[in-house]
């Protein structure tokens, strides 16, 4: 047998209805919840019910995160906020975004001052030290797996790059995934989002650090996200579709959380973190790109996945999917400039490109590159 490791959170409830376990999960806490949301969040009429009855006679404060990925900046201005109010617990409710930001505030209301001190791969960071306040996750789209994983992804605006904030003593206390939360996505939330885990799937499943237990959840959940992404489109209320969505979802967050990304996620982060690219869409358009420069050394594990000539297939039905969501294949109304292709190549060299299952030098990323922008 291949040794493994498998990091989650301690409790994982899902399924349609699962929200009302909130209350249970709060219980363990003492009286002080930050509640931290994004602006959709709190418009979902499921979802405030649930909330009304299991924050009653708790002191809340609400915390509502701006749009787009967590920034130093904003992680800083969170941090201040929480501490003046001294959290037992943080509630999280809301997409990727939102989950990531709790996820390092949990840490940060503990260990305050400077938020890239615990950022890999600045200078001068260092691992977290110990466990932060506990925090829940409440997810409300089925993409990133943020609610599972034990990294948070952080925005350094200034120099254009993404940065992780990463530990085991991140992962949440517990995770409440119920689907029904995205039932009224948006059609372009759900394609991005769905092509998000989808990508997460198959790069966790083909990365260098992928394993056995991994591999088979993959395996598991991979079929149940496709056939979500091909309804979805045409029946955006279709709550079956939904709970498929969702699991797969969840299960690519643990996969990434275990595995490791590859190619597709280390273009994303730096197509993001320099000009503004949304990341979900970003990882669909690259997919096809690095599925073929792959296609040596991976060709019979995406044969397991959709048949015979599997990797071209892959790439065929990503590309169906961005147009069935209305979403574009390539990246191009960006106008991201030519001349930022060298840039681009260089500050993809993240911890994603470092596990992709063969090396991709610069002067084949350029290529790459250059091929959608």
């Known amino acids: 047998m291949v040794p493994f490791s498998l990091e ?131 997810p409300t789209t089925a993409g990133t797996g943020a609610e599972v994983t034990k990294n948070a992804v952080v925005k350094i605006s200034e120099s254009g790059v993404k940065r992780s904030m990463r530990s085991a003593h991140m992962l949440a206390y517990a995770v409440i995934v119920d689907p029904r939360l995205t039932l009224t996505l948006p059609q372009g939330v759900t394609g991005t989002s769905g092509l998000d885990a989808l990508t997460q799937l198959v790069e966790s499943y083909v990365s260098r650090g992928s394993t056995p237990p991994v591999m088979s959840l993959v395996e598991g959940a991979f079929p149940l996200m496709l056939e979500a992404l091909d309804g979805l489109s045409v029946s955006p209320h279709d709550l079956g579709l939904r709970e498929k969505a969702s699991y797969g979802a969840t299960i690519s967050g643990i996969a990434l959380a275990n595995a490791g990304l590859g190619a597709a996620h280390g273009f994303a982060a730096a197509l993001g973190g320099s000009f503004a690219v949304p990341h979900g869409l970003a990882c669909a358009v690259m997919l096809p790109y690095v599925l073929e420069a792959n296609a040596p050394v991976i060709a019979d594990r995406i044969d397991k996945l959709m048949g015979k000539n599997g990797v071209a297939r892959l790439g065929d039905t990503v590309r169906r999917l961005l147009c069935d969501y209305h979403l574009p294949a390539d990246l191009r109304s960006y106008r991201i400039p030519p001349e930022s292709l060298a840039d681009l190549a260089d500050k993809s060299s993240g911890s994603s490109m470092r596990g992709n299952p063969r090396t991709i030098e610069l002067a084949e990323r350029r290529e790459i590159l250059a091929r959608v922008i």
């Open 8 to 138: 989650i959170p301690r409790t994982i409830h899902f399924g349609s209805g699962e929200l009302s376990r909130l209350a249970t999960a709060l219980d363990a806490s003492g009286p002080r919840v930050l509640v931290v949301t994004g602006r959709h969040s709190q418009s979902d009429t499921i979802l405030q019910s649930e909330l009304g009855s299991a924050l009653r006679d708790r002191v809340v404060e609400r915390l509502v995160c701006p749009n787009g990925e967590p920034t130093v900046t904003s992680l800083a201005d969170a941090m201040n906020a929480a501490q003046t109010f001294h959290p037992d617990l943080i509630l999280a409710i809301g997409g990727g975004s939102v989950l990531d930001t709790a996820k390092a505030l949990s840490v940060l209301t503990r260990y305050p001052g400077p938020v890239e001190r615990f950022l890999e791969g600045v200078a001068g960071s260092g691992p977290v030290p110990a466990p932060g306040v506990p925090w829940i996750a409440v």
